[in-house]
């Protein structure tokens, strides 16, 4: 049996402090950028941690040992061998094989726990020439997944008989570029979140991206929301927002989970017609727009959002959407005082209806209505008016309320803006922008007294 032990080895190891190429068996690779390096007689591997933010990754090539015939016997003797001993119970979550040059390649994806932690583990093996090989990666941390796919994008294989490089495997671990965020009157059209996501405002969606992933954070458009079966909504949605920049559409199908907020996904492997790269595009909606993810490969998309969506059914549990569903909060940029100054009315409009019943009987014994508006006007020189008026009916009596305040504005950071009179006092809100179709939408909320922590949104009238 293949020790993995030795993958797990204390941070004593010589320091390549280099990026630099170098061949073990059967496999050209570059080495990290200041990675420790640590070779033994069947495998070599790569570490490197962070100790303040106690993280670590580590990154294993094993020399080949002879075939067991196919691609799939292959993987699972690897991953019972390899990644098994380390802990991972659960079968892995594995993506189609694809083929190069004579060469067949699986990838499969499992977590396990060290030193008390939850860990990942990455397995990719490469099956031909009556012969398999694997390359492992290992990580408690996602910040490390960009640094594993840079690996793998790198590696050249070789024929056992020749030893000389055949194919560098690029098709499945790159996607298309980034491009600039579109200019527009605001201030701010980027954002660089702490966990390595970066949005940038697009003339059609907002681009979220982090290493070798794209997420498009669709504006709404005609077409792609309406009263509808999951499958036809999601194929309306396909053709709409997705089919027209790529073609050699593959293995297409979509799925969705019966829950309160039903989430609708559609997913298939495709070409780029930008870049003619291969990759996997999943497209999602479920608590706001159609979010579109591309990946290189499905085992990417695994390694980023922790489930494989070829498996998702009516039945699954929907908890695992939660982190792809959270990519909708990426529309967030920060906010300056040009961004208002002297743009008038940002208005929002609220309303409610409560249907009462008989406690005893259930009869229907009425409603009630709430409806609300309110609204800032932003002059020049930083200087505001707001107003508020609230309206509640029943029994067909209406009472309603109001209150007015107006002053200076004035930017504390990018992220919070302060008004010295909202009724009768200086009030401070936190703030940010969400981009949409030719526009943005102001969100706010107090500070002070967040409440249930949901912003209020305005729009420009």
């Not at 706001?288 to 290189?296: F, N, T």
């Not at 494989?308 to 939660?322: A, G, N, Q």
């Not at 309110?374 to 209150?403: C, D, H, P, R, Y």
């Not at 009724?423 to 703030?431: H, T």
Request: glycine content about 8%; proline content about 4%.
């Amino acid at each position: 049996m293949k020790s993995i032990l030795s993958l797990f080895v204390s941070m004593t190891l010589v320091s390549a402090c280099f990026s630099q190429q170098e061949t073990f068996s059967l496999v050209t690779y570059t080495i990290p950028s200041g990675w420790q390096k640590d070779a033994k007689q069947n495998f070599v591997s790569f570490s490197s941690s962070d100790k303040k933010k106690r993280t670590w990754c580590q990154i294993g090539v094993y020399k080949e040992t002879a075939s067991k015939g196919s691609i799939d016997a292959d993987f699972e003797s690897e991953w019972n061998e390899i990644v098994k001993p380390m802990g991972a119970a659960n079968p892995p979550q594995t993506s189609e094989a694809q083929e190069f040059d004579g060469w067949k390649m699986k990838s499969g994806f499992g977590t396990f726990s060290f030193n008390g932690s939850n860990a990942s583990s990455s397995l990719t093996v490469f099956s031909g020439y009556n012969v398999c090989l694997s390359v492992i990666g290992n990580t408690n941390s996602a910040d490390y997944l960009p640094a594993i796919q840079d690996f793998l994008s790198g590696l050249k294989l070789s024929r056992p008989e020749t030893t000389q490089p055949v194919q560098e495997i690029v098709p499945v671990t790159q996607v298309p570029e980034n491009t600039p965020a579109f200019k527009d009157r605001f201030a701010f059209n980027t954002t660089n979140f702490d966990d390595g996501w970066v949005s940038a405002v697009q003339a059609d969606w907002v681009s979220v991206t982090k290493g070798k992933v794209k997420v498009l954070l669709h504006y709404p458009k005609d077409g792609t929301i309406f009263p509808a079966d999951p499958g036809p909504m999601t194929d309306a949605a396909w053709n709409i927002l997705v089919a027209p920049r790529y073609s050699h559409l593959q293995q297409y199908k979509t799925s969705y989970v019966n829950t309160y907020n039903r989430p609708y996904l559609g997913m298939g492997y495709l070409t780029d017609n930008s870049t003619q790269q291969k990759v996997f595009v999943v497209l999602f909606h479920q608590s706001a727009g159609w979010i579109e993810v591309v990946s290189p490969d499905k085992n990417t998309f695994i390694q980023y959002f922790n489930f494989d969506p070829e498996v998702i059914r009516w039945d699954s549990d929907p908890d695992v959407l939660k982190t792809l569903d959270g990519m909708i909060s990426r529309n967030r940029f920060a906010v300056a005082a040009s961004d208002l100054n002297g743009t008038g009315k940002w208005d929002n409009r609220f309303s409610s209806n409560t249907f009462y019943s008989n406690y005893y009987t259930g009869a229907y014994a009425g409603m009630s209505t709430y409806s609300s508006s309110q609204w800032f006007v932003f002059g020049n020189s930083q200087t505001f008016t707001w107003e508020l008026i609230a309206a509640n009916s029943m029994g067909g009596v209406t009472k309603a309320a109001g209150a007015k305040g107006g002053g200076k504005f004035t930017v504390v950071n990018n992220w919070q803006l302060s008004f010295n009179k909202i009724e009768g006092k200086e009030k401070l809100y936190d703030v940010y922008f969400s981009a949409i179709k030719d526009g943005r939408v102001l969100f706010m909320n107090d500070a002070k007294y967040p409440g249930s922590g949901i912003f209020t949104g305005y729009t420009r009238k």
